[in-house]
């Protein structure tokens, strides 16, 4: 087909002095041309894309559970200020936490969802 297309007699516009059937056929074989061009292009693109979608849709799936813990820690330490706030003893309160923190004791904020 090359040879075809880069002759320079095989232009719409010469082939239609000779045939108007010859030339829709040269237009329908110079689009074929630009096509086998195009796909040699996007095709690789396409490959490219469909992996980048599946790293991302595992990466959302991190996301999402990260999105989770997340919502559960801040869950967690507003339920602990609300005990706090309804009656528990700042001072223990963070003597207990300051003991977490080294590794000493246990966790107020989730000892008090618990």
Sequence with gaps: MCRYISN?????SLVKNASNACEGLCKWVRALDVYDRVIKVVAPKKLKLAEAEAQLATQMKKLNAKR???KDVRQAAL???VLLLRGGSLAEWLACWTQAQSGQGTNPSRDAVV
């Design 8 to 12: 320079p007699d095989f232009d719409p």
């Design 68 to 70: 989770k813990q997340l």
């Design 79 to 81: 339920y602990s200020l």
